[in-house]
């Protein structure tokens, strides 16, 4: 063997990314031209992969949580061509475009799955953070068990058995009339409550993506 084939195995091959359905914590998300003013031309780092259990392998959804050093959102793969960001809003804010008693039906279990949600202003009115992601009316499809894991379980199976890393939640979701956006809550035990307003791009949208730098 000579040297310079030793130099060749020393040689790490250069990670290619893609699609975002392979980011790895540390790899970078440039956004085009977005119509939520906070994302666009700007760049986001993973910080975070975790995962929602709705009821199996099949049924799991992966979030990568987005940071630029001003703002968190979150990102979830769709299908090959369609990614969900989602943008955590405090209970005020929701406050301030739906009724409460209209959420908290939605979080009532024994309610049912039939609610609709229906802005009391106008989304135009809306302050230039929330542009482009809520929307004017939601309609409930869905209300579930479900266990999120801080961890990234794309290339292998969820714990058959609790094991103390899952956190159980009630997860119930709306979608908009259009299907370009969504409502989301998550209640955890002792009524802690998290909500996400939801805005569905095309892959396009997505103007470039970074590998974290390998050393």
């Known amino acids: 063997m000579g040297l310079f084939d030793r130099f060749k195995e020393k040689q790490v091959a250069v990670r290619q990314l893609d699609h975002p359905r392979d980011l790895l914590v540390g790899d970078m998300v440039d956004f085009a031209l977005m119509?939520?003013?906070?994302?666009?031309?700007?760049?986001?780092?993973?910080?975070?992969?975790?995962?929602?259990?709705?009821?199996?392998?099949?049924?799991?959804?992966?979030?990568?949580q987005l940071e630029d050093g001003e703002a968190t959102i979150r990102l979830r793969?769709?299908?090959?061509?369609?990614?969900?960001?989602?943008?955590?809003?405090?209970?005020?804010?929701?406050?301030?475009?739906?009724s409460e008693a209209d959420?908290?039906?939605i979080l009532d279990a024994d309610s049912?799955?039939?609610?609709?949600?229906?802005?009391?202003?106008?989304v135009q009115d809306a302050p230039q953070e929330l542009?482009?992601?809520?929307?004017?009316?939601?309609?409930?499809?869905?209300?579930?068990?479900?266990?999120?894991?801080?961890?990234?379980?794309?290339?292998?199976?969820?714990?058959?058995y609790m094991d103390g890393s899952e956190e159980?939640?009630?997860?119930?979701?709306?979608?908009?009339?259009?299907?370009?956006?969504?409502?989301?809550?998550?209640?955890?035990?002792?009524?802690?409550?998290?909500?996400h307003l939801c805005a569905y791009i095309p892959l396009r949208k997505i103007d470039a993506l970074w590998p974290a730098k390998q050393t």
């Open 35 to 64: 119509n939520q003013p906070g994302l666009s031309h700007k760049s986001f780092q993973v910080t975070q992969i975790w995962t929602l259990d709705l009821g199996g392998d099949k049924q799991q959804r992966i979030y990568f």
């Open 77 to 98: 793969v769709v299908d090959q061509d369609t990614v969900e960001l989602g943008l955590e809003v405090y209970p005020e804010i929701l406050l301030a475009f739906f």
């Open 103 to 105: 959420i908290a039906g």
């Open 112 to 122: 049912g799955v039939n609610h609709h949600l229906k802005a009391r202003v106008s």
């Open 131 to 160: 542009v482009g992601w809520v929307a004017e009316k939601y309609r409930q499809e869905g209300f579930n068990l479900a266990y999120r894991y801080d961890q990234d379980y794309r290339d292998r199976s969820l714990p058959e």
């Open 168 to 195: 159980g939640c009630d997860f119930a979701w709306l979608f908009s009339d259009d299907r370009q956006h969504a409502l989301e809550f998550r209640v955890f035990d002792g009524g802690r409550t998290e909500a």
